[in-house]
C-alpha cells in the first residue's frame, strides 16, 4: 500500500487537512502531521537548537500528530522520526486561502512541499481561494469539494506515474466555485500577489510599532496562476523546481574581485 504524508501551514485543527486525508484515503496509508497552532506566513523556517513537544492525536479516525513548530518542523518530525520509511507522496494542504506568484516563498504550505520535495518525496501544495474572512479561521464553514475532487485526481496520477522530469512538486490553486468540475491549466508563477504596506503605530510612551499588510492584486499576465485562479476562475496547476539558478546566466558573470 502507498504510504501519504499529509502537513499544512493552518494548523492540526484545520478543517483543510482532513478535507485533504478524506480526498485521497482510498489511495493510500494516510499520516497526518502538522503545526499545533496556526502557522501561516512562516515560509521554511526551522527550529533549531529547540525542543518540539509532539503529541498523537484522534483527527476522525486518522493518525495525527500535532508538532509545536513549524510546518517544516512537522515535515522533518515526520520524515526522521514518525513514519518507518519515506512516504510515496507528500501533500500539503488543503490550505485556507490562495498561494501563488513568486510571493510563495513566504507560504509555509509551500514550504512544507519544497522540503518534501528536498528529501526526494514527490510533493503537491494545494490552496483553496478565500475570502479573506475566511482564511485564518479553522474552516468548518469552507467548501472543499472541488478541492478535494481536484486533488484526489493530481495525487491518483503522480502516485501512478510519478511527476514529470525535472519537476520537484506542484503547487495547485483552486477557485473558491460552488460546482462539480472545473477546468485545469498548466501555469507559471505571476510576479505579485499583493502590494506590500506598512501601517505605522504610536503609542502613548512614544514608541512605535508597524503592522505589515497588503491589498490583492486581482490580475496578471495570461498564463499565470494569478490570472487563471482570479480572473478565469480555472485550477492552476504550477511546476516547480527547487533549483533557482538561472543557468542561462552562468556563463555571462565574470567578476573580478
Do not use: W
Request: aromatic content about 4%; hydrophobic content about 40%; charged content about 25%.
Amino acid at each position: 500500500m502507498k504510504s501519504i504524508l499529509i502537513v499544512n501551514d493552518d494548523g492540526i485543527e484545520s478543517a483543510g487537512i482532513l478535507a485533504a486525508a478524506d480526498a485521497v484515503k482510498n489511495l493510500g496509508q494516510v499520516t497526518i502531521v502538522a503545526p499545533k497552532t496556526q502557522k501561516s506566513g512562516v515560509g521554511r523556517s526551522l527550529s533549531l537548537r529547540k525542543p518540539l513537544p509532539t503529541s498523537k492525536v484522534e483527527r476522525n479516525g486518522y493518525t495525527a500528530y500535532s508538532v509545536d513548530g513549524t510546518p517544516v518542523d512537522s515535515v522533518i518530525v515526520a520524515l526522521f522520526s514518525i513514519l518507518k520509511q519515506a512516504p510515496d507522496l507528500l501533500i500539503s494542504g488543503i490550505n485556507l486561502g490562495e498561494n501563488m506568484s513568486s510571493e510563495i516563498t513566504t507560504s509555509g504550505t509551500v514550504c512544507a512541499a519544497i522540503e518534501g520535495a528536498n528529501h526526494e518525496i514527490p510533493s503537491i501544495a494545494i490552496s483553496l481561494h478565500l475570502e479573506e474572512a475566511h482564511k485564518f479561521g479553522k474552516g468548518s464553514d469552507v467548501d472543499f469539494t472541488l478541492s478535494k475532487k481536484a486533488l484526489a485526481s493530481i495525487a491518483e496520477k503522480i502516485l501512478k506515474k510519478g511527476l514529470p522530469p525535472g519537476v520537484d512538486l506542484l503547487n495547485v490553486n483552486v477557485p473558491d466555485l460552488n460546482v462539480k468540475s472545473c477546468d485545469v491549466k498548466s501555469t507559471c508563477l505571476a510576479r505579485r500577489m499583493y502590494s506590500a504596506k506598512v501601517r505605522r503605530m504610536d503609542d502613548s510612551g512614544g514608541g512605535s510599532s508597524y503592522l505589515i499588510d497588503g491589498d490583492a492584486i486581482f490580475d496578471a499576465e495570461l498564463g499565470t496562476d494569478v490570472h487563471t485562479v482570479r480572473m478565469e476562475n480555472k485550477i492552476s496547476v504550477t511546476p516547480l523546481t527547487l533549483d533557482f539558478t538561472f543557468h542561462d546566466g552562468i556563463k555571462d558573470l565574470d567578476f573580478q574581485i
